[in-house]
T-cell receptor, first 112, second 113 residues
Framework: DAKTTQPPSMDCAEGRAANLPCNHSTISGNEYVYWYRQIHSQGPQYIIHGLKNNETNEMASLIITEDRKSSTLILPHATLRDTAVYYCIAEDNTGTASKLTFGTGTRLQVTL | NAGVTQTPKFQVLKTGQSMTLQCAQDMNHEYMSWYRQDPGMGLRLIHYSVGAGITDQGEVPNGYNVSRSTTEDFPLRLLSAAPSQTSVYFC????????????FGPGTRLTVL
């Protein structure tokens, strides 16, 4: 089962920052948090991942709380092309090999 | 560098037919996996492979077989198609494991009548 909880949908005005929250209260200390997005019906696209420090790359920033029970993906200047379903995924190390379990994600709609 | 390629893009099968979905990557990735995505749902892991000759089951393996004879290819076989297997199938690859960025293919839309 997915170990994360996300709001089903969010809206954001173009040019504004999009802040997408994710709860992962049961994540273990050595399990990473990953963010992927899926634009329309394309294959998912990697955005960013982190363990406990905040991370930033050319696409987004990832803010992880100190207790690691939640995180926020920030798209600093959302554009219409950022409209997509965003998946927050907690790595699962409980089986024989770690794997990613996708939930239903947050559908972000960026509007003019 | 084509990344991850999947064929066919679309397929319609009748119940009971078998077929193979093809997946290939040219990035020399060790990890490859297959997911299915049903309408309005997230992706569910079917099978994965940590390297040539090594495969393992994911969350929903029943009705599917895989093999990994080369690093590049990871075909998914539907043994006897059922309407419940109507879905979009995505193949993904990564360097060594889930902690590495996973690259997804464009998907195969399968309809089983």
């Amino acid at each position: 089962d997915a170990k994360t909880t996300q709001p089903p949908s969010m809206d954001c005005a173009e040019g504004r920052a999009a802040n997408l929250p994710c709860n992962h209260s049961t994540i273990s200390g050595n399990e990473y948090v990953y963010w992927y997005r899926q634009i329309h019906s394309q294959g998912p696209q990697y955005i960013i991942h982190g363990l406990k420090n905040n991370e930033t790359n050319e696409m987004a920033s990832l803010i992880i709380t100190e207790d690691r029970k939640s995180s926020t993906l920030i798209l600093p200047h959302a554009t219409l092309r950022d409209t997509a379903v965003y998946y927050c995924i907690a790595e699962d190390n409980t089986g024989t090999a770690s794997k990613l379990t996708f939930g239903t994600g947050t559908r972000l709609q960026v509007t003019l | 560098n084509a990344g991850v390629t999947q064929t066919p893009k679309f397929q319609v099968l009748k119940t009971g037919q078998s077929m193979t979905l093809q997946c290939a990557q040219d990035m020399n990735h060790e990890y490859m996996s297959w997911y299915r995505q049903d309408p309005g749902m997230g992706l569910r892991l079917i099978h994965y492979s940590v390297g040539a000759g090594i495969t393992d089951q994911g969350e929903v393996p029943n009705g599917y077989n895989v093999s990994r004879s080369t690093t590049e290819d990871f075909p998914l076989r539907l043994l006897s198609a059922a309407p419940s297997q109507t879905s979009v199938y995505f193949c993904a690859s990564g360097w060594r494991g889930w902690s590495d960025t996973q690259y997804f293919g464009p998907g195969t839309r399968l309809t089983v009548l």
